[in-house]
C-alpha cells in the first residue's frame, strides 16, 4: 500500500535540492573525491566489553523520534513498540521491557551519570520521555561485564546517554552559535523543532541552552490502520553550563538541568494496547526531570588522582486521571477493583553521588587503570492506591582496574552494595551483596584479539514489591560467561580498506526471580539465555562501506516444574548497511533489517525484511551552503508486521525531512 507523500513535503524536497546548487553545480554535479574510507560506526574492537558507541553523526544520521529508536541497530537490543514514547521500551538480550511493564530492574539507564526510568509500573512503558535532540552520544554495554562501576543487578546491559556541551556546537572557539534543526515525518504528520544556543565568553567558560519541540501524530501501519497512541506533544530543554580552571585547567565545574513534559487527554490507560481497552481511558500527564553537578580534578602532577565527584537528581512523575465511561467494566463487579490502577499518580526521585578517582601507574610490567569509588543513592517513590511508596537507601563502594601486559589486559572488577528499605505501611529491611567478574583480552598484533569475561551480579529488592514479604529479603542473581574473537586491520584487500569485526558468545543464568510469572500467575524462578551477537564493518578509501549487525539468542525457562521458552528472548537478527560517502558533503546509504520467523514462544512471529533509506548531504554552495540536509525513507515498502515482543505492529512507511544550520 502506497502513501502519497504530502504536496509541501514534496515542494520543500525539491526546493531544498535545487537552492543548495549553484546554476553551474546544476548543469553538472560533481563532488568531491574521496581519500578515506569510514563506516557508518566504529566497531570497538580494542575491549573485551560487548560495548557499541552511537556518536553524534550517526544520531543525526538516524532522525530518530525517541531514545529507544537510537539504540535499535545496536546487536542484541530489541525495542518494544518503540516508535512511540508511550508504551515502549528497550530489551536487551532478553531483559528489560516486556508486554507488561516497561522495565524489570536488569537493564540500567543513566543520563549524564544519573540513573533515571521507574520501577515496574503496571501497563505503563519505561516513561523514558526525553528527546533525541539533546544528546550527543548513547554508549550501550550487554550484559555485565563494564556495568560493576555504574550499578548493581544489570544483567542485560546498560545504556548511558550524555547531552550536548556548547563546545560540540562552538567547536571550542569563542563566541555565539545558533544551531536549528527542523524535523518532518509524513506517516502521523510529525515535526520537531530544535534550537540550540551556544556561549562560550571564554576559553574556559560555556553555556547551552535547548529547546526541543516535537509534535508527533498518530502514525499508521503498513495496512494503513491506525497504532500506539493519540496524537502527543513532547516539549524538552536542556540548560547546561561549564567552568574549567586551574593554571593547567585541571579543575572543572559543571552543571546541567533537562525536563521533559507529555500531557495526554483522554488516551488508552494500556500503552502496551494489548487488554482491549478494558482498563478504559486516562487523562496522563508525564513529567521528567534530570539535574547533574559535576566537580572533577585531574591533577597536573601526578597520574594517581583523576577525581570526578557526581550529585545527580532525577525525577519522573506521572499523573493519571480515569475518564468516565470509558472503560467496559465500568459498573461491573470487577471495576471498583481496576480504578485505583487507573486513577493513580506514581512518581520516582533518585538522589545519587558518586565520588569516582582514576589512576594510572605501573607495578613491575604490569600497566593500572584503577578506577574506585564510592556512591549513595536514595530512592523514593511516592505512595500509591495502586503500589506502595517507600525509600530505598544505598551504599556501594566499587574498585575496577585494568591491567595490561603486553598484549594481554586484565580487568577484575568488585561492587559491594548495601541496602535499607521501607515504606510508612510496610516493615523495613536491610540487604547487601558482593558481586563483580572478571574480563580478559588478548591482542596477537596481527589484528587478531580474543577475550572472554565472566560476572556475578545481584538485584536488590525493589520498592514496588514492598507489600510481599518474601520478596524483600531475596535478591534476584546472575551470572554470565563470555568469550570472544575480533579482527581489526587496515590494507587486508586492498590499499586504503578498513575491516573490522567483532563476535561474541555469551551464556546468562538467573535464579530467585521475583519480577516474572506465567499466563496462570505461576512465578518464574529460573531461567537462561544464550546468543552470539556479531558486529563487523568495511570501507574502501573510495568512500564504499558495508556495515554488519547480527543477533542469535535462545531463552529457556528453567523453574523446577515449569518449562518453556523465556518470555523475552528476541528474534534472531540480521541488519546489512550498504553506502557510500562522498568526503563530508554526501552519505548514501540502504540499510536491510531481516528478522526470522520466531516460534520459540507462545505466539510464533512471522519472518519480516524491513529497507530503509537514507541520505545525508551538506552542500557548501549556493543558498543552503553551511546547511546540512537529511532524508530518510524508513520502511520503504510499507511492510505490514509487528516483531516479537511488540505488543503493536510497526510503523509503515515514513518519509522524514531534516534542514539543520549552525549560525
Not at 544489570?154 to 550536548?164: E, F, N, Q, S, Y
Request: some cysteine.
Amino acid at each position: 500500500m502506497f502513501r502519497q507523500i504530502p504536496t509541501p513535503t514534496a515542494l520543500l524536497c525539491s526546493t531544498a535540492i535545487t537552492l543548495a546548487l549553484p546554476a553551474q553545480a546544476q548543469e553538472s554535479f560533481a563532488l568531491d573525491p574521496v581519500t578515506l574510507g569510514e563506516s557508518k560506526r566504529e566497531v570497538q574492537t580494542d575491549t573485551a566489553i560487548a560495548e557499541t558507541v552511537v556518536d553524534e553523526e550517526e544520531i543525526e544520521d538516524r532522525q530518530a523520534s525517541t531514545i529507544a529508536e537510537l539504540v535499535d541497530s545496536v546487536p542484541g537490543v530489541t525495542l518494544i513498540n518503540g516508535s512511540t514514547p508511550q508504551g515502549s521500551g528497550i530489551n536487551i538480550r532478553g531483559f528489560g521491557a516486556n508486554g507488561t511493564y516497561g522495565a524489570d530492574q536488569k537493564v540500567a539507564i543513566q543520563v549524564d551519570g544519573a540513573s533515571v526510568g521507574a520501577e515496574e509500573l503496571y501497563r505503563i512503558g519505561t516513561q523514558l520521555f526525553t528527546d533525541p535532540e539533546l544528546y550527543k552520544e548513547v554508549t550501550v554495554i550487554r550484559g555485565m561485564a563494564g556495568t560493576f562501576e555504574y550499578g548493581s543487578g544489570i544483567v542485560g546491559g546498560l545504556v548511558r546517554l550524555d547531552t550536548k556541551d556548547a563546545s560540540d556546537i562552538t567547536g571550542g572557539v569563542p563566541g555565539f552559535n545558533l544551531r536549528q534543526t527542523l524535523q518532518y515525518g509524513t506517516n502521523g504528520d510529525g515535526w520537531t523543532s530544535s534550537s540550540i544556543l551556544a556561549w562560550q565568553p571564554t576559553d574556559n567558560l560555556e553555556f547551552l541552552g535547548n529547546y526541543t519541540y516535537r509534535d508527533e501524530g498518530l502514525q499508521e501501519d503498513g495496512a494503513g490502520n491506525p497504532i500506539g497512541q493519540d496524537p502527543a506533544e513532547l516539549p524538552s530543554w536542556l540548560a547546561k553550563g561549564k567552568y574549567t580552571f586551574g593554571e593547567s585547567r585541571e579543575h572543572a565545574l559543571s552543571l546541567s538541568f533537562s525536563d521533559t513534559t507529555s500531557d495526554e487527554k483522554d488516551v488508552p490507560y494500556d500503552t502496551f494496547g494489548t487488554t482491549s481497552g478494558s482498563f478504559g481511558n486516562v487523562d496522563r500527564e508525564t513529567r521528567s526531570r534530570t539535574a547533574v553537578l559535576e566537580y572533577s580534578y585531574d591533577s597536573p602532577t601526578t597520574d594517581l588522582i583523576n577525581l570526578t565527584a557526581t550529585l545527580s537528581y532525577a525525577d519522573q512523575q506521572i499523573d493519571s486521571a480515569y475518564v468516565p465511561g470509558s472503560s467496559p467494566l465500568e459498573g461491573t463487579p470487577s471495576f471498583p477493583m481496576l480504578q485505583p490502577l487507573v486513577d493513580a499518580d506514581h512518581r520516582y526521585e533518585t538522589t545519587k553521588l558518586t565520588v569516582k578517582n582514576q589512576a594510572f601507574f605501573d607495578t613491575g610490567a604490569w600497566g593500572h587503570d584503577l578506577r574506585t569509588g564510592v556512591e549513595f543513592t536514595r530512592k523514593e517513590r511516592l505512595d500509591a492506591a495502586s503500589a506502595p511508596g517507600g525509600t530505598d537507601d544505598r551504599m556501594a563502594l566499587f574498585v575496577v582496574d585494568d591491567l595490561t601486559r603486553g598484549g594481554l589486559t586484565l580487568s577484575p572488577a568488585l561492587r559491594y552494595e548495601t541496602q535499607e528499605i521501607g515504606g510508612p505501611a510496610y516493615a523495613d529491611y536491610d540487604n547487601d551483596a558482593l558481586m563483580g567478574g572478571l574480563s580478559a583480552r588478548y591482542a596477537f598484533g596481527n589484528g587478531w584479539a580474543v577475550f572472554g569475561s565472566l560476572g556475578y551480579t545481584e538485584n536488590l529488592p525493589i520498592i514496588d514489591d514492598l507489600g510481599t514479604p518474601l520478596y524483600m529479603t531475596q535478591s534476584e542473581k546472575a551470572r554470565s560467561y563470555e568469550l570472544g574473537l575480533s579482527y581489526d586491520r587496515t590494507g587486508v584487500f586492498t590499499a586504503g580498506d578498513d575491516f573490522a569485526v567483532k563476535a561474541t558468545v555469551y551464556h546468562t543464568d538467573i535464579w530467585d526471580i521475583t519480577s516474572y510469572t506465567t499466563s496462570t500467575m505461576t512465578p518464574i524462578t529460573e531461567a537462561e539465555v544464550e546468543g552470539l551477537e556479531l558486529e563487523a564493518a568495511y570501507s574502501l578509501a573510495s568512500g564504499y562501506y558495508v556495515d554488519v549487525n547480527g543477533n542469535i539468542a535462545r531463552g529457556k525457562n528453567t523453574t523446577p516444574g515449569l518449562s518453556g521458552d523465556w518470555v523475552g528472548t528476541p528474534a534472531d537478527q540480521l541488519r546489512v548497511t550498504l553506502g557510500r560517502k562522498w568526503g563530508e558533503r554526501l552519505d548514501l546509504s540502504w540499510e536491510v533489517v531481516h528478522d526470522a520467523r520466531m516460534t520459540r514462544a507462545a505466539t510464533p512471529t512471522p519472518s519480516s525484511t524491513v529497507h530503509n533509506l537514507r541520505a545525508t548531504w551538506r552542500p557548501d554552495r549556493g543558498v543552503f551552503d553551511g546547511t546540512e540536509i537529511r532524508v530518510g525513507l524508513e520502511n520503504a515498502f510499507d511492510l505490514d508486521y509487528t516483531p516479537h515482543l511488540a505488543t503493536r505492529p510497526a510503523a509503515g512507511r515514513n518519509l522524514k525531512l531534516t534542514l539543520a544550520r549552525t549560525f
